[in-house]
């Protein structure tokens, strides 16, 4: 394949799947038949880290791969921390100075308690019925369109919600 890794983490949390997880992807020498690669965007060396959503949408991906693919949290391994594969990747503050292995960890032994998990992506919270919010609905009908968040009046509803939009 022409990408060495299955998924691309980019700064703003953005997942992207290169590769099927099917697909032998060459990121690493001797390993790529039963690996899957995962990158996050950035160089992670004197003192700089993943952003916060990089950390917080690899550690759902993460996640979701050890659940579907039977991966225990011991078997989750740096680029670096296979034998034969000399590189600094996944940079020197992976296991040295912010330790951002123990970050992206911490966060997945988080999800998968379920602990901050929110219900929904987005949330469209409208003040409660009075003659104004039929109208502010109207006017809200091209962001609803393009965005599609739930809809509702509910401040409990909205707290389920990853984003909030407040009209």
Not at 101 to 115: N, V
Not at 120 to 141: C, I, K, N, T, V
Request: a neutral charge; aromatic letters at 12%.
């Amino acid at each position: 394949p022409g990408i060495g890794y299955h998924f691309f983490v980019h700064e703003d949390g953005a997942i992207e799947q290169t590769n099927k997880l099917e697909t032998a992807s060459y990121h690493l020498v001797r390993h790529y038949g039963y690996s899957v690669g995962i990158v996050f965007a950035g160089s992670f060396m004197n003192g700089k880290i993943p952003t916060s959503a990089q950390l917080r949408a690899g550690a759902h991906l993460v996640a979701w791969l050890m659940q579907e693919l039977k991966i225990p949290l011991a078997r989750v391994w740096g680029h670096r921390e296979f034998p034969d594969n000399m590189t600094v990747c996944p940079g020197g503050e992976w296991t040295q100075g912010n330790r951002w292995r123990d970050l992206l960890f911490e966060r997945i032994g988080q999800i998968q308690q379920g602990a901050g998990l929110k219900t929904m992506r987005h949330y469209m919270l409208f003040p409660p019925g009075d003659g104004a919010a039929g109208e502010l609905f109207a006017d809200a009908l091209g962001y609803m369109a393009r965005f599609r968040p739930t809809v509702g009046f509910s401040v409990e509803e909205a707290r389920g919600a990853e984003y909030v939009t407040i009209v």
